[in-house]
T-cell receptor
Framework: KAGVTQTPRYLIKTRGQQVTLSCSPI?????VSWYQQTPGQGLQFLFE???????NKGNFPGRFSGRQFSNSRSEMNVSTLELGDSALYLC???FGFGPTDTQYFGPGTRLTVL | GENVEQHPSTLSVQEGDSAVIKCTYS??????FPWYKQELGKRPQLIID?????GEKKDQRIAVTLNKTAKHFSLHITETQPEDSAVYFC???????????FGSGTRLQVQP
């Protein structure tokens, strides 16, 4: 079974631009979570989707948004990019919405904001 | 919300020695504790997890222990090998919430 995939793998943007990242979960998985990883802040939760509905949201500004499609694929969007948005953005998928469901990570999208 | 503290931040051991990484959590409602290994430039990979109804779980050279009263859990790696070198993250998730709260990571270096 193919793992979680993310596109693109690398992105370079300038301040003020917007960006859209994509995540395809493992086949059959219906839950997708997004995390931001930086050297200073570690892994921080952005949001989670299940059955096309956002179920949970972390403490990030409204510039960060996401959605999930009927095939469980998910996208996240960051508008008005800031230098501090440079990070590795990871998505993780799980089969369901249970409290102990295992999350499997994708390879990430490395975003650099100049 | 949940807060997870992880120690040490770096750990260097000789090949064949054991390594122990410790995490504490704040939310007594947490009931799921996974450990992820992240090699340089790669995705975090789940190596072991434990649910709150279990005190210890082993998988070959890796074991995790959980003390719910003290709200801490630990990763134990025995007979370490150079390929164990990576950053290890612990995480916790409270009942009823989906988001994982991660520790700050431990960089493990196994010296051959």
């Amino acid at each position: 079974k193919a793992g979680v995939t993310q596109t693109p793998r690398y992105l370079i943007k300038t301040r003020g631009q917007q960006v859209t990242l994509s995540c395809s979960p493992i086949s059959g998985h219906r839950s997708v979570s997004w995390y931001q990883q930086t050297p200073g802040q570690g892994l921080q939760f952005l949001f989670e989707y299940f059955s096309e509905t956002q179920r949970n949201k972390g403490n990030f500004p409204g510039r960060f948004s996401g959605r999930q499609f009927s095939n469980s694929r998910s996208e996240m969007n960051v508008s008005t990019l800031e230098l501090g948005d440079s990070a590795l953005y990871l998505c993780a998928s799980s089969f369901g919405f249970g409290p102990t469901d295992t999350q499997y990570f994708g390879p990430g999208t490395r975003l650099t904001v100049l | 919300g949940e807060n997870v503290e992880q120690h040490p931040s770096t750990l260097s051991v000789q090949e064949g020695d054991s390594a122990v990484i410790k995490c504490t959590y704040s939310d007594s409602a947490s009931n799921y504790f996974p450990w992820y290994k992240q090699e340089l430039g790669k995705r975090p990979q789940l190596i072991i997890d434990i649910r709150s109804n279990v005190g210890e779980k082993k998988d070959q050279r890796i074991a995790v222990t959980l003390n719910k009263t003290a709200k801490h859990f630990s990763l134990h790696i025995t007979e370490t090998q150079p390929e164990d070198s990576a950053v290890y993250f612990c995480a916790a998730r409270p009942t009823g919430r989906r988001a994982l709260t991660f520790g700050s990571g431990t960089r493990l270096q196994v010296q051959p």
